[in-house]
Structure formats: structure tokens, C-alpha cells
């Protein structure tokens, strides 16, 4: 079984972008229906922050194609502030305030933790135990909301679909077995995470699905990818898609999102590497453990 592939960039919002992947123009509010006809998802950025409101997403979800996928990226407040303790009540704000209005867009939900964060398995294991797995779920984990909620909360989805979620950690002790078993075991994948050099790289199949970042190929959120990186990138991306790089043989789903945007170079090599998908003849990856 072979897995879709999911590009696109980390934001679609930069006033860089403006005359450049943008044509000279076009008007702000038409930018995510523009991007959404060249990439096949984008990450939510703006979750991170702060919460966003239901008519956001539901605004988002109108702009774009019934077949486009959003990633969600969580709040700042449960990873870098409670650092996954105690979040019963912040998990209810975040998915009560209209994530569930995505429907079928909402795609996995991304949690982001500081370089600082070293790998603990109980707290890990039960924050991760506590996410919901499917929009119904989420639902029920989304009635825990407190008063920090400002806007009227959306409780139901539509349909009952499940609910991916991938972890972006950065510090080096994430990269033993203890970890992957942890992640493993929620079924929660652990983000290939290229921060130009500045913190592991973790290739280790944790879930049903690969979540990759590409922060920037030699300068972190500034430098764009050669062609060469591009095509090798394209070649590892196609082991996963086909199972021959899953330690199970079974083919994933890949998210991949460039978040190199300082000088505008992701929106291109989102393009570039989608293509690059698409043709069968780049070269294949090979990693250092292939030698």
C-alpha cells in the first residue's frame, strides 16, 4: 500500500512573499486560496500563539479545495509553559475553539517542544495518553475547557474521523528507544525535524503516518534547499510512501512542511519538491546506515 503525500509550507501569511510567490496584487484575504491550489496542505501556525477562532477555520476551511489538509500546530501554553502536566484544562480550550470546524481538512495536529525539553516517559506517556484520537474524542476532551475560553466553543464535528498527532522534539535524549516506545505506543509520530545542524535529525517510524519539518538546508529559517538536496529529500520521501523505508513494509502517509520562510524560499521548494515527487527519476536516499 502506498501512502499520499502531503507538501506545503509552515504559514502561508509573510509579507516577503508579497510580489514574489504572491503575484503583485493580490489581495491579502485571497493568499491561503492561492497557496492552496500549488500545495497539497499547510500548517496552522497562528495555534501556536494564541487560540484562533471558529470563524477563522471555518473561513480557512471555505478557501480551500475539499481535498486539502490542514496540520494544527498546538499551543505554546501546553508545551513550552506546563510543559505536558496538567492540561486537562488547556487541551479543552485548544480543541473547543473550532479546530473541529476544519471537518475533513483537519489533518495531524503538531506539537512543538523547546530544544530545552528532555525526554521524561511518565510525563510524556500521559500527556500523550490524554490526546484525543478522533474528532469525537476531541469533542469530549474539548467540554473541559475553562473560562479562558473567549469565544463561543465548538464541541462536535460533523462526522466522527480519526485525529493524527505528531511530536517535534529537540533535544537529544529523544532520540533513544525509550522515547520511540513511548510515541510508539500512542501511536504518535516522531517529526523528522531539519534544523539546518542546530538539533538531531530523529528518522524513527513512531506512528501510521511521517510528519517532516524543513527549517532551512544550511541556515536555520533562512537558506532554501539546492536542487540536489531536493531530489534527495524527494527519494527518501518516496521510502516512506512505499513502505521500503518502514521497518513494517507498510507504505505511510507523509506531511512535509518548509518552514525556511525568512527569505521566502519555502513556498518554492514546496513546489519543487512536490514535483519532484511526481517524477520516478531522482535518485534514491541513501542514509549513512545504507553504507
Same mark, same amino acid.
Given at each position: 500500500?502506498?501512502?499520499?503525500?502531503?507538501?506545503?509550507?509552515?504559514?502561508?501569511?509573510?509579507?516577503?512573499?508579497?510580489?514574489?510567490?504572491?503575484?503583485?496584487?493580490?489581495?491579502?484575504?485571497?493568499?491561503?486560496?492561492?497557496?492552496?491550489?500549488?500545495?497539497?496542505?499547510?500548517?496552522?501556525?497562528?495555534?501556536?500563539?494564541?487560540?484562533?477562532?471558529?470563524?477563522?477555520?471555518r473561513a480557512w476551511a471555505e478557501q480551500t479545495p475539499d481535498d486539502f489538509v490542514f496540520a494544527v500546530k498546538g499551543g505554546r501554553f501546553i508545551t513550552h509553559m506546563l510543559r505536558l502536566?496538567?492540561?486537562?484544562?488547556?487541551?479543552?480550550?485548544?480543541?473547543?475553539?473550532?479546530?473541529?470546524?476544519?471537518?475533513?481538512?483537519?489533518?495531524?495536529?503538531?506539537?512543538?517542544?523547546?530544544?530545552?525539553?528532555?525526554?521524561?516517559?511518565?510525563?510524556?506517556?500521559?500527556?500523550?495518553?490524554?490526546?484525543? @484520537?478522533?474528532?469525537?474524542? &476531541? %469533542?469530549?476532551? +474539548?467540554?473541559?475547557?475553562? $473560562?479562558?475560553?473567549? !469565544?463561543?466553543? *465548538? /464541541?462536535?464535528?460533523?462526522?466522527?474521523?480519526?485525529?493524527?498527532?505528531?511530536?517535534?522534539? @529537540?533535544?537529544?535524549?529523544? &532520540? %533513544?528507544?525509550? +522515547?520511540?516506545?513511548?510515541? $510508539?505506543?500512542?501511536? !504518535?509520530?516522531? *517529526? /523528522?525535524?531539519?534544523?539546518?545542524?542546530?538539533?538531531?535529525?530523529?528518522?524513527?517510524?513512531?506512528?501510521?503516518?511521517?510528519?517532516?519539518?524543513?527549517?532551512?538546508?544550511?541556515?536555520?529559517?533562512?537558506?532554501?534547499?539546492?536542487?540536489?538536496?531536493?531530489?534527495?529529500?524527494?527519494?527518501?520521501?518516496?521510502?516512506?510512501?512505499?513502505?521500503?523505508?518502514?521497518?513494517?513494509?507498510?507504505?505511510?502517509?507523509?506531511?512535509?512542511?518548509?518552514?525556511?520562510?525568512?527569505?521566502g524560499f519555502a513556498p518554492w521548494d514546496a513546489m519543487t519538491l512536490r514535483r519532484l515527487l511526481e517524477d520516478r527519476t531522482a535518485r534514491p536516499f541513501y542514509s549513512p546506515t545504507d553504507a
Amino acid at each position: 500500500m502506498t501512502g499520499r503525500a502531503f507538501i506545503g509550507t509552515s504559514g502561508w501569511r509573510y509579507a516577503g512573499w508579497r510580489g514574489d510567490f504572491y503575484p503583485k496584487g493580490l489581495v491579502q484575504r485571497r493568499e491561503l486560496e492561492y497557496a492552496a491550489q500549488r500545495f497539497d496542505s499547510v500548517e496552522i501556525n497562528g495555534s501556536f500563539y494564541s487560540l484562533q477562532r471558529p470563524s477563522s477555520y471555518r473561513a480557512w476551511a471555505e478557501q480551500t479545495p475539499d481535498d486539502f489538509v490542514f496540520a494544527v500546530k498546538g499551543g505554546r501554553f501546553i508545551t513550552h509553559m506546563l510543559r505536558l502536566q496538567n492540561t486537562d484544562a488547556a487541551l479543552g480550550n485548544f480543541f473547543a475553539s473550532g479546530i473541529l470546524a476544519l471537518g475533513r481538512r483537519l489533518g495531524p495536529v503538531l506539537w512543538q517542544l523547546p530544544a530545552r525539553d528532555v525526554f521524561d516517559s511518565a510525563r510524556v506517556d500521559d500527556f500523550l495518553a490524554r490526546l484525543p @484520537r478522533s474528532t469525537r474524542q &476531541a %469533542g469530549v476532551v +474539548a467540554r473541559g475547557h475553562d $473560562e479562558k475560553l473567549t !469565544v463561543e466553543p *465548538v /464541541l462536535d464535528a460533523v462526522e466522527d474521523l480519526p485525529i493524527r498527532h505528531a511530536l517535534e522534539a @529537540r533535544h537529544e535524549s529523544w &532520540a %533513544g528507544d525509550e +522515547a520511540a516506545a513511548v510515541l $510508539e505506543r500512542h501511536g !504518535v509520530a516522531l *517529526v /523528522l525535524s531539519d534544523g539546518a545542524g542546530q538539533w538531531p535529525m530523529m528518522r524513527r517510524i513512531t506512528g501510521d503516518h511521517v510528519y517532516v519539518r524543513l527549517h532551512g538546508d544550511v541556515e536555520l529559517y533562512f537558506s532554501g534547499y539546492s536542487d540536489a538536496a531536493l531530489e534527495t529529500w524527494a527519494g527518501e520521501l518516496r521510502g516512506y510512501l512505499d513502505g521500503t523505508r518502514c521497518p513494517d513494509g507498510r507504505g505511510r502517509d507523509v506531511y512535509v512542511y518548509f518552514d525556511n520562510d525568512a527569505r521566502g524560499f519555502a513556498p518554492w521548494d514546496a513546489m519543487t519538491l512536490r514535483r519532484l515527487l511526481e517524477d520516478r527519476t531522482a535518485r534514491p536516499f541513501y542514509s549513512p546506515t545504507d553504507a
